[in-house]
DNA sequence: CACAAACTAAACTGCTTAGTTTAGTTTGTG
DNA sequence: CACAAACTAAACTAAGCAGTTTAGTTTGTG
């Protein structure tokens, strides 16, 4: 439904986006300026303006765009095929865990945290794009695995919402406001208590 | 260490900080004005001028505040005396849940966030007095049960940090990034996941 | 090469903001 | 009531920013 768009306006359009994602990543939105992007970009100010109506209309392009890089990326995710839980739960976990704690994705849920309020639909597209696409592929993972009879659970979805929060404790806050590692509160630690922790709540009694 | 200060100092001090909270909370630190922030707590602009020495250290003053007002608020957090480990762990989890969720907390987790990289040290001084002080309560708890036989884990601080993590799931990220709530992760069901989930690893075995 | 679309640098408008200054007023205290 | 500290309203400086405009340049295409 949309742009055939000429490759050299679509290169400068992605030179853009990149910019400006990198500037908002770094100063936030409302610290950025249009003209620090255009610098970065290596385009004039003028060039941004005709291709977006407005620096809001620039941050939405962006978010967009890392919807849609979500969506590719969570279906490129492969796990091992094991008949073992532990493996396949630390695969996940571990899984989960750098893309958690990665620059670009932590940077994107700093930004939509912060600016929730004032673009909500913003934020729920972005959330329904990432982390809800995701936790639903998750679950469709622990299901088949309650019926190879590796685990056993009941509420699949509100099983997976708790997996996934056990990996969002202090090592992910730490990383999240830029405080020091705690090497008690390792990735490897954090993921191996989340699995420990779920091995034994839901492993199989029959 | 500090300063005896006029009682009409103290008030329009107070007013100024709880109006400048009030601002960042609603429009982010950026997007708020000084003037937003004098007008709202009926004061002059010269009058901040006098007590904060600029729109930064007016900000360092709010979280310090608030740093204070939780060190206070946890020791008040006090727990029914029970000898049931489910009775006692899902008062735990609907005080941390009815916390988590509140418009104050959000709003200073929210800015915490967004503006940590610019504020690393302010960040470090709310961790540390906010969820870090917390989780310290939290395993002094767990300890005690452990010590009474009503649950059996290894390692306290990572068996509390996973725990707080499980009600960090969808229903306090819906409340974060200000969606309609989903009724399946209600913060009650939210809470019995976790508790459940809780039980059934940690209750003890012998 | 001619033409149109896309681009550029730079100046410009109009507005907002942090922070200061001024000149005068309120307020508690002796 | 006298005095000093704290306050006030309002004007001001200096800077930054979103967004526009202008006049001219690059670039792919027929």
Redesign the interface.
Known sequence: MEKPLSPRSAAKRTAMLDAAQACFL???Y??TSVDEVATRAGVSKATIYAHFASKDDLFGAIICRRCDDQAEGLSSLSLPDSSDARTILTAIAQRLMALFVSPEVMGIY?????????Y?EL??TW?EAG?LRG?QRLCDVFDDMKRRGLLDFD?T???V??F???????CF?RV????PPNP??SAE??IE??V???L???APTA
């Open positions: 770094e100063s936030g409302a610290s700093r930004i939509v945290i912060a600016e929730a309020p004032r909500p934020a729920k959330y982390p936790k509420d979805r509100r099983t919402d708790a996934v929060g056990m990996l969002r404790g202090e806050h999240m406001i830029e405080l008690h509160f630690a954090t208590t989340a420990n922790f779920a034994k709540a839901f």
